[in-house]
């Protein structure tokens, strides 16, 4: 199974507790629709606070109690960081960018 274009949320600049709710709401949206494999493009954020992680992790879960999986992409040095401080790097599925998480072949495995 494969990512489909129109299964994308781009996040840019702060990811905080002001955007998040945004990303909350996609997320809904599209699980209501039927699409659960969901990707997060992180190219062009430069920062990522507690609520908007928490809302990541709330999607993820939410992704896989549906047999998909939420995915992201394209995370900077800054954003990288704090996914490994927290392991979160460990919990999702991270590509290098965009173009390579939909050409990858996705098959549940949450071990």
Known sequence: ???????????SGRYDAF???KTKRWIDAQL?????????????????DSTALATLVQGMKHCRQQSGDLLLC????????????????????IFPTR?????????PDYT
């Open 1 to 11: 199974m494969n990512v489909r274009e129109d299964a994308v949320l781009a996040v």
């Open 19 to 21: 955007e998040a709710p």
């Open 32 to 48: 209501g629709a039927g699409a659960n494999l969901l990707l997060i493009d992180m190219t062009d954020a430069t920062f990522v």
């Open 74 to 93: 394209g995370l900077q040095q800054s954003v990288r960081i704090i996914f490994e401080l927290t392991r979160l790097d460990q919990a999702f599925r």
């Open 99 to 107: 173009a390579d998480a939909l050409a990858a072949d996705w098959t």
